[in-house]
């Protein structure tokens, strides 16, 4: 019986799995902090993997979601801001030398699409877009069956597209980004701002603000809070009437954190669609629906991933 | 020998050709207007088909390039605004019955992009991104060798994402998309407008001015025009900023009469592309180049078209 080994890493946690090719309930499952004062991430992937590491069974492959960007044909993590030291990292090939199986890696949010494809609410799907709202925007694209990678597996930075020429700046240092218009950050950078300029509100102006909370006074009736996450909604919406056009989905899964405020952003995310689309064909029938896989996306996309590479390589 | 028929139809031209499999020469060519007083366009398709069909030699399939959205799996045409009476027509199902063969469709966008990727500038390369700007601006997009398609054979409309919201209204009745802001339409639009604001120039203010005038007097170095080109090659390299991300092309091909206008647009498409894109690795490398094909893109991709059929689905 052949296993796969699936790792999420991510910024805070590391968490490892082992799973039959058959079966998404793991057989083995590992969690363990990223960063640690007496040992460096790469070797705390490393115990991960170790620690879960079947006895007898042969290992066909390890995959793992990377929290940034990286080249899936030579296992190199590009960058990955969370993680110290991991700079044009040749991960795949460290791991492939360390466990002598092959290796192969996907970006986090690629992994989550993947895995909602395979496993949570994109089943039977052949056209999937999937987005991940959280504190910033990721994207993941599945067409004809196949995940969009690009040349160099750059390819579905989806939070990375000019919404607004001139707009608020990006964590990535550009301007109008639909990630700096609509992500968890973005809410709460506009609350600040609002409230900074002295718009009354149950919130109070602070560096630590965050969506939820932003999420929690719109519930108790807030208006700016309420209005914070219609803002976030329209540019999502905007996003989208662009992004359908361009790809043509079944489905569109919203996952991440934002994702689960329901109507707040949702209601105006839809009316925006609506007005924005070229042609109402597109959103004709169009499920747009939230992940199922919580947590689990990752190591889920990852086995699928390793899934997929143990059919389509061997 | 067996024989593929490729057709492009246009709203002014019918062209049909025979081709072998292992060849781009044509064995038979054709070419008669669309419209005429006595007879339809499905008519006038049939009969271009029937004046090249080969006395004896067995023919696989017939493909063809149309103007408007169609469905690639029903191969009925959604619309096509310039050709009367095709709305929601079935013209696979009526040439299949007339013809006794195969009948494949692709939008004439996404034909001249396989034409461009199979015999064209996309040769070798696996990731393709394709415009052609004209009148209007289409595009097609080849990722990891296959063609992007979607759910209903409806993506990568390229020309009808909103770039500046709020921005010029577009031919498909809504604002600010990239095709109402760097068309040839757009172009002598905007030339038009500030004619009529009183700008100076050596062109004079008509319903009829397109965007070839306006290169010709850019060249003899006039402001307005020159200008005009700036702003269009500003808002396609924006654009690209966004699409590169999304697609993450080894190759972006410009066809379509406007992308001949050279330095005038593609200087400031350049500069506006290295200042949006998110991170320089998306263009480091990137070939971007005008087509190759010209007129024959329609044929040629209907072409590819059918070999790629003739090689999958038997």
Redesign the interface.
Known sequence: MSIIVAVDIGGTQIRAATYTLGNTKALKVTKIPTKSSDSQPYDRVVRAIASIWPASESVSCITAAIPG?LDPETGIV?SAPNIPGWEHFPLAQKLQERFSVPVYLGNDANMAAMGEWRFGAGQGH??VLYFTISTGIGGGVI??N?L???????????G??????DGPLCG?G?RG?FEALASGTAIARYVNEQLAAGVNSQLKPSPSLGARQVADAAREGDTLAIEAFARAGKYIG?AL??YV??????IVIFGGGVSFSGDLLFAPMRTALKE????L??IDGLEITTAQLGDDAGLLGALALGIYKTKHDN
């Not at 990375?160 to 020429?165: A, F, K, R, S």
């Not at 056009?245 to 079944?250: D, E, G, I, K, R």
């Not at 924005?276 to 042609?279: H, K, T, Y």
């Open positions: 960007p590009i052949k056209h067409a004809d196949q969009l990678t690009g040349w160099r597996g750059l390819a579905t930075e989806l990375h597209v000019i919404l607004e020429p990535c550009k980004h905007l009437a662009n056009v361009t790809f043509n989905p079944s924005n689309v070229m042609d064909a597109y």
